[in-house]
């Protein structure tokens, strides 16, 4: 895709120049990421309460918790996919949406559906590859863990933007998604665990802003901690579905906002390296033939003038 240069996100970034311009395309676009975030939020938090959590707290046996993880493998799923489906629709109108006016939130939705099944195959590869590279970690104790999940995300991140903006099958996209997250690595590593860092925080403070009507409930369980049947209730609540969904909403467009500045940065940086370097054009060269060209006929012409005049 030649347009992709005249997108707002493309351009050599440092991690200031990238956290800036993921807040300005955020706050500009807010509406409509806004309304796509509040969808998938919803989808989600409903999926979520097929999954009852409060079993595992009186299990003890671990064939039994076995047998229970297994009854929410569909469930699980489901969120999985909504996600990734969701994900999809997300990149796309990021990239789409400013290079071309007329698209919107369904266009968008119907054209990403494209991608959504070759998304899902690399995500199942990279879900494997991953739990292999955490398990590594696991042996380096909390640093190695940390910097597999970091790697991993890196990776993961320019997945989409790679088959999106450069149309490329499965197999393109896997190997392109490893040579252009590679490339810079540190820097794409550093950012990703700034952003990751970032994006915990913001959750944990919106997190504790949806608590804060239920404030009462937590004041009982300190004054009686017995009685914790308040708290586990709590989840269920439709304020607190509502109110969860709302401001979870805010969080989601930013993972995809972010996995394209890391890409444009990379691309951007990789055409840089490869243009010729001023003097060294080809095409401007002296080439050696041109110090012994034959004159041109009307220098000819003319020295013929003056040979006879003489």
Known sequence: MDQIKNHPLYR?????SAMSTLWEFYKTRFIA?????LVMS???????LTINFQEFQTITDPMVMLEKMQGMLVPLIIVMLVSLFFSTIFH???LHKPLDG?????????????????????FVILLFAGSFAI?????????????SVVYIGMVAMFIMPVMMAEETSIDRTIVRTVRLSHTNFWANMGWTAVFIILYIIISLVLSGLVLLPFAGNFLKTFANPEDTTSIMHLATSPLFLVLSTAINAITLPLLPIFAF???????AREETINLPLPGNDPENKVRV?????????ENISSLNNQNNSL
């Open 92 to 94: 796309y109108y990021i």
């Open 289 to 297: 033939e041109d110090l012994y060209a034959k004159p041109r006929e």
């Open 261 to 267: 500045i890391l890409y444009f940065n990379g691309k």
């Open 33 to 37: 990421l806004y309304l796509i975030s």
């Open 102 to 122: 007329s698209q919107n939130i369904f266009r968008c939705t119907i054209k990403s559906l494209k991608y959504f099944l070759p998304y899902l195959v690399i």
């Open 42 to 48: 919803a989808v989600i938090q409903y999926a979520s």
């Open 135 to 147: 398990l590594l970690g696991l042996m380096a104790l909390i640093v190695g863990v940390f910097f």
């Open 12 to 16: 050599k970034h440092n991690i200031d």
